[in-house]
């Protein structure tokens, strides 16, 4: 299913870009001219989209040759050198904006995400990401998390029952709610996690009271309300904290001892690592 979501990706992105044709290469470039590049980092951080990159220019030109100098997730500095290209100058060309718009976004994805995992140094937990990403590009953002050491959350809303404020109000309240997933999943013969969303003390108290499920999520919760949270909690069910928390506050919810913290700036307030794809001479 990943592979052909990548595969129907690229295919849209290069229809996209392409068009009718590359008129600023093809006006002025002969077709059977032969060139290298080199993919360059600019700014320090996490490399990710390698592989991905390789698969466009594949895409675009199964005879592009391709080599392999850094390997996604690797920590990168100012100046190396990613990858090296030779192929049809047009198809390089054709290429090249494509793979740098999707590497550099994963890398600075990647990146930001190695920084709040830095944070977390020497607690129990795990950042997660979340749904807020960019459409069409859910697994390459939420790869690049993975990359940076994160933890990926559910993938979308077929892996996983999360009940969130909205679900709770339509359905009737938790306990409703609850109950009606546990009737709906045993009726579909699906094995799948259940986390509850809770706003405040009285929701938290009647989810431990419901039972049967397997994570709470602790949203705009204080960091002493968390603290509280976690105390009463005592282990029966995973927890989870959630809601305007910034790097700067995560270390402090961390050490309330909740298993995950789940950032959705991870993949929706970033900024993209620099690269550049730069021709060689022979």
Not at 108 to 116: C, D, H, K, P, S
């Amino acid at each position: 299913m990943i592979d052909a979501l990548i595969d129907e990706f690229i295919d849209i992105v290069i229809r996209e870009d392409i068009g009718d044709g590359d008129h600023s290469s093809q006006s002025c470039i002969p077709a059977d001219a032969m060139g290298k590049m080199y993919l360059l980092v600019k700014e320090d951080g996490i490399l990710a989209g390698v592989e991905v990159g390789k698969r466009i220019f594949h895409k675009i030109d199964p005879d592009i040759e391709i080599e392999t100098l850094i390997n996604d997730g690797t920590l990168v500095k100012k100046g190396d050198i990613a990858l090296r290209v030779n192929g049809k100058v047009w198809s390089l060309l054709q290429a090249e904006r494509l793979v740098l718009n999707v590497m550099q976004r994963m890398s600075g994805i990647a990146t930001r995400t190695a920084e709040y995992v830095a944070r977390l140094e020497g607690t129990n937990t795990r950042v997660l990401d979340t749904r807020k990403t960019t459409p069409g590009m859910r697994y390459l953002e939420k790869e690049a998390v993975r990359l940076g050491g994160g933890v990926n959350h559910r993938m979308g809303l077929y892996d996983m029952v999360m009940l969130k404020d909205n679900h709770i109000d339509f359905a009737g309240g938790i306990e409703k709610a609850v109950q009606q997933v546990k009737t709906y999943l045993s009726a579909k013969n699906k094995d799948l996690k259940i986390e509850v969303e809770v706003r405040n003390w009285d929701e938290l108290e009647e989810v431990i009271r419901v039972g049967g499920v397997d994570r709470v999520m602790l949203d705009n919760f204080t960091v002493e309300e968390t603290q509280k949270a976690v105390k009463f909690i005592d282990g029966r069910v995973e927890t989870e904290s959630s809601g305007g928390i910034t790097i700067d506050t995560l270390r402090d919810y961390a050490e309330c001892g909740v298993d995950f913290i789940s950032v959705g700036a991870l993949t929706h307030h970033i900024k993209s690592l620099d690269l550049s794809l730069k021709a060689m001479d022979d």
